[in-house]
């Protein structure tokens, strides 16, 4: 069994039995010598994650003002207005009832990412399977957003613009945008995996003054994976709701 955090370990110690009987209940086999301690680094750094956000969250809103709006309103109303610009460059004049999904993206990924950075941590995006969770995510949010904007007709997509190529079109649409979670997954998952090893590596040979650079460098790795996979959602949103003219 991997070595625990210790938020993982408190997590553990408070939680196993109650998860344990879910994951019974919901028929999800445990590894063996698991029973104790469910709960992976993974999901603990998740939690912590949604838990700060969560009281971040609080703290703006309890402060708003738009007559003193303070620093962090001017942080927040920031990045809200970057996405906003950026989803209305790509989507069109349409696109600002998909900046809420699209910001919570940023902020979940962002902080996931960067969480690493801080001693006794680690980031989840490093695990295949929280990248994969938030491709999927992004998957069925664009895919229900097509349905909802053109309805049935979004099927269309995937037929391509001559009916007589359909038969060839639609699973060659098909694998395509399963291969868009694919993408999504490796590219977040890879580059945060290679982020944390590089650091980790520096950190255990020289543990005062070039780790610092490469923690500059994972500060960065971290805001540019999350600024690619936001992008990215926002391409597939805009091929899923685009409007004919």
């Known amino acids: 069994m991997p070595e625990q955090l210790w938020f993982t370990e408190i997590l553990n110690r408070l939680l196993a039995g109650p998860v344990v009987q879910l994951l019974h209940l919901l028929r999800i086999p445990?590894?063996?010598?698991?029973?104790?301690?469910?709960?992976?680094?993974?999901?603990a750094m998740e939690i912590l994650v949604f838990g700060f956000l969560l009281v971040l969250f609080l703290m703006v809103r309890s402060r708003l003002s738009v007559d003193n709006p303070g620093s962090l309103q001017h942080v927040f109303e920031s990045i809200e207005g970057f996405v906003n610009g950026q989803s209305r460059e790509i989507i069109g004049h349409h696109s600002e009832g998909y900046t809420p999904f699209l910001a919570t993206l940023v902020f979940f990924i962002l902080f996931c990412n960067l969480i690493g950075v801080i001693p006794?941590?680690?980031?989840?995006?490093?695990?295949?399977?929280?990248?994969?969770?938030?491709?999927?995510?992004a998957f069925m949010y664009y895919q229900t957003q097509g349905f909802k904007h053109a309805g049935i007709g979004y099927l269309k997509h995937f037929a391509g613009p001559m009916p007589a190529l359909a038969?060839?079109?639609?699973?060659?649409?098909?694998?395509?945008?399963?291969?868009?979670?694919?993408?999504l997954t490796i590219r977040l998952?890879?580059?945060m995996f290679a982020g944390d090893m590089v650091t980790l590596v520096f950190f255990s040979l020289v543990p005062l003054?070039?780790?610092?650079?490469?923690?500059?460098?994972h500060i960065g790795v971290s805001l540019l994976q999350t600024y690619i996979f936001v992008l990215l959602t926002t391409v597939y949103l805009q091929g899923a709701v685009a409007e004919e003219h």
Do not use: D, Q, W, Y
């Open 30 to 43: 445990i590894k063996p010598g698991h029973e104790a301690a469910p709960i992976p680094n993974s999901l």
């Open 120 to 137: 006794g941590f680690e980031s989840p995006t490093a695990v295949p399977v929280v990248p994969l969770g938030c491709a999927l995510c």
């Open 167 to 183: 038969p060839l079109m639609i699973p060659i649409e098909l694998i395509s945008h399963l291969a868009r979670v694919l993408s």
């Open 189 to 191: 998952f890879a580059n």
């Open 209 to 217: 003054g070039v780790p610092i650079i490469f923690l500059g460098l």
